[in-house]
């Protein structure tokens, strides 16, 4: 029975594992069916295939989502947390100091001019003035303050808050935007959090964020240039396009608030001219690889040349009226804005005729008229030279009386202006006599008195000796259109050559002594096409009378007829405005008790004297907080010093880093050690007084790079088997060292904000440094 039952059992086993495997092979079959095309047969499908691809089709319909556009945003908390940290440090109490802190004397005198439209001159160029300007449009400032010297009172009109608004924002930007960078520069985001962290507790960013001043914009403007450029190298398609298209955008913003902008630009050619030096070794066309490069040259030289003129396209078309700056520029210049020079010289003749009273005005650099005066050269100077002992020839820098000349040909003993008048044309030899002396220019084989290898420039006086007149001068019009061009008044650019020498009158640039009363010295120089021959005639008038007393009086007294301004192009403007900035030589006085020279910049000898309060010790001064200070000129010499290291062990065939990890330094060495030398070793070669904040742009690199140091030392000793016991001792000196920077900031943090009344022993315990210069109220 047994027996049986277990026979059955077997039988059914059986059955039951031939029924299993027929399932397996018909499923095999299905699932053939399904993917598989018909290859024999007909051609047509056969009915349980055309049902199963109808059922996988319906099925795919079903699946398929559903088309539309959609936009995905990624917030980075850790961004916006920095940003937050950031606004909540510059924003805090901004409108206090309530007085003119430091160089918000200037910049908010052109905030002022701004708002009147009267055109001002200065070095650097206007797109952060205009930054500043609009915050205070925005917030309805009048422009009624003078803002006459540092540490005097804003009023309650003056929107304070809103003028220092858009540096504080630049400032808290500039802690998000340094996160970023060192992100893109792959690093751990620890270590872009740590970089964004030093430069948030950074006493001088935060001092310099917080007032009317433009570092912050310019800083804020070249790393997010950098930052695109980057992402940019990084991508290819038009996700590269759009990015350098960015980056070039914000470059051209950064050197459009200030020329050591330039610098940051110049780092970001080097990293595209990087990135196209490596694709040469790829195996593309040449045709392709110098279109692309080509493309990129255009983007970085267009974008930011159109941001430049546009800014001063802005700016001028901003200032129509004439004001106490337009004396730096060109006769035509300020003959063409409203009021000013164009209200003196409106009316007068175009052409300058025999009879003609005119003012000569040097137009390279220093802005001077030809001038004489009764007093004659001394007979010996103090070097034991002799002189011609005639009338005195100078370039006086004021206007005045003694500026005028009478045009006069040689052969004519009548001055007044005959009907129709005698037109003055290039080539054509004339004499000038001084309008009130009515001495005729002269020159004579005679040493100048300051500029011996150049000759001797007189109103000729007959002393009855040997020495006869020499008092003709040819008339060459610089930027004549013809060979007949008349001299006009205004437009052309004359020099004028000494018929007997062939020399050219000349401004020398150098100030005669005492006995010239300090004014400048003209010359005749023998270098003729020298820029400082080039005069033009700025105000004009026709001599009416023959009597030598009815021309002075003319001279004096005279009154023009109104009619139409000069007119200037906006390229004939912004081309000089251009010359004359270039060649603008800055009046900071030297010796500025807080200037400071760049040599001593890495180890923050001086500090900066922004603001005193009147009423206590509360101060602001600029000053960095040392620790991140002196650690970053450690990590440079340490940066620098392991480059060297690395050079040479890969001469010797010693690789101390990954492919990775090597490709990783270099390229932070690009961008960081080469940005701080780039935006620091220009200052050495300058002719001028400098501050600790020209430092600041080379700074911010100094910090980042201080960052990126610190996470190479660190993946040193991760990636050695034997060291790495210590990753977390030195996780907790850094630990321990941050802790010291943010103490650091929070106790200098009282000069930044400048709100708190120190007292003496404040101020000492303050001091790290004998060479740092607080100031102290004595109490009576």
């Not at 060192?182 to 935060?206: C, D, G, W």
């Not at 300090?518 to 023959?546: G, L, S």
Request: aromatic content about 12%.
């Amino acid at each position: 029975m047994d027996t049986k039952k277990t026979v059955k059992s077997r039988k059914a086993a059986k059955a039951s594992k031939e029924v299993i495997e027929l399932s397996d092979s018909e499923k095999s079959f299905y699932e053939s069916s399904l993917n598989n095309k018909r290859e024999v047969g007909d051609g047509a499908p056969a009915e349980n295939e055309l049902e199963t691809k109808n059922t996988t089709k319906l099925k795919e319909d079903v699946d398929k989502p559903i088309q539309s556009l959609y936009i995905h945003f990624k917030i980075d908390l850790v961004f916006i947390t920095l940003l937050l940290a950031a606004l909540g440090t510059r924003l805090y109490n901004l409108h206090n100091p309530r007085y003119i802190v430091f160089d918000e004397l200037h910049y908010g005198r052109y905030v002022t001019l701004y708002t009147k439209g009267v055109f001002f001159f200065d070095a650097h160029p206007p797109l952060g003035k205009q930054m500043l300007y609009f915050a205070g449009y925005l917030a309805g400032y009048d422009g009624n303050f003078t803002f006459d010297r540092i540490g005097s009172a804003y009023p309650e009109s003056v929107p304070v808050k809103a003028l220092r608004f858009v540096p504080a924002v630049s400032g808290s930007l500039l802690v998000a935007i340094s996160y970023q960078l060192m992100l893109e520069i792959s690093t751990y985001q620890s270590t872009a959090i740590l970089a964004a962290v030093l430069v948030l507790f950074e006493n001088s960013f935060l001092a310099q964020s917080r007032f009317m001043l433009l570092e912050s914009i310019q800083i804020l403007f070249g790393l997010w240039g950098i930052l695109c450029v980057i992402k940019s190298t990084r991508k290819s398609g038009p996700g590269s396009i759009i990015w350098l298209c960015i980056g070039a955008f914000s470059l051209g913003c950064c050197f459009s608030v200030k020329y050591s902008g330039l610098y940051t630009y110049y780092l970001a050619i080097f990293l595209v001219g990087r990135q196209m030096w490596r694709r040469i070794s790829n195996t593309e066309s040449v045709l392709r690889l110098a279109l692309s490069a080509l493309w990129r040259l255009v983007v970085l030289v267009c974008i930011p040349l159109a941001v430049y003129i546009s800014v001063f396209y802005a700016h001028l078309a901003m200032l129509p009226k004439a004001g106490p700056h337009d004396s730096a520029m060109t006769s035509a210049f300020q003959a063409s804005l409203k009021g000013g020079l164009a209200s003196i010289t409106r009316g007068q003749p175009l052409h300058v005729s025999h009879g003609s009273q005119i003012t000569l005005r040097h137009s390279h650099g220093r802005t001077c008229w030809l001038h004489s005066h009764a007093h004659v050269y001394p007979v010996r100077y103090t070097d034991g030279r002799g002189s011609s002992h005639q009338q005195q020839v100078t370039c006086y820098s004021f206007k005045d009386v003694n500026n005028w000349w009478i045009v006069k040909r040689p052969d004519q003993p009548s001055l007044a202006v005959s009907s129709p008048p005698d037109v003055i044309r290039h080539g054509e030899v004339v004499q000038l006599l001084h309008g009130i002396t009515s001495r005729a220019l002269n020159s004579h084989d005679v040493a100048a008195p300051v500029s011996p290898q150049s000759q001797e420039v007189s109103c000729y006086i007959d002393y009855n000796v040997s020495m006869t007149a020499q008092n003709i001068w040819r008339v060459e019009i610089v930027n004549r259109e013809s060979e007949d061009a008349t001299w006009d008044s205004i437009r052309s650019l004359v020099r004028l050559v000494h018929l007997d020498s062939g020399s050219a009158l000349r401004f020398s640039g150098r100030q005669l002594p005492s006995w010239g009363f300090n004014q400048h010295e003209v010359v005749a120089d023998k270098a003729v096409t020298h820029q400082d021959t080039i005069w033009n005639v700025e105000e004009h008038r026709y001599t009416k009378a023959e009597d030598r007393k009815e021309r002075e009086r003319e001279l004096v007294s005279a009154e023009m007829i109104p009619t139409a301004a000069t007119q200037l192009s906006f390229w004939d403007k912004f081309m000089e405005l251009q010359y004359k900035m270039v060649t603008h030589a800055a009046d900071a006085p030297q010796g500025h008790m807080f200037a400071s020279e760049p040599v001593e910049w890495p180890l923050l000898v001086r500090s900066i004297a922004y603001w005193l309060s009147p009423n206590s010790n509360a101060q602001v001064h600029l000053i960095g907080n040392m620790i991140t200070w002196y650690a970053g000129t450690l990590s440079v010499l340490l940066y620098g010093g392991l480059l060297g290291l690395y050079a040479i062990r890969q001469r010797r065939a010693y690789f101390d880093l990954t492919p990775r990890a090597s490709q990783k330094f270099y390229d932070a060495g690009c961008v960081l050690f080469l940005g701080y030398w780039l935006h620091y070793l220009p200052y050495f070669f300058m002719d001028r007084t400098l501050f600790l904040h020209h430092y600041l742009p080379a700074y911010i690199f100094k910090i980042l790079l201080l960052a990126f140091v610190i996470d190479h030392i660190y993946f040193t000793i991760c990636v050695h088997e034997s060291k790495r016991s210590f990753t977390n001792i030195f996780i907790l000196c850094i630990a321990i060292w941050l802790a010291y920077v943010i103490i650091t900031f929070q106790k200098f943090s009282v000069l930044s904000y400048g709100n708190t009344d120190l007292t003496e022993t404040d101020l000492l315990n303050l001091r790290w440094k004998d060479t740092w210069d607080f100031i102290l109220h004595k109490k009576k």
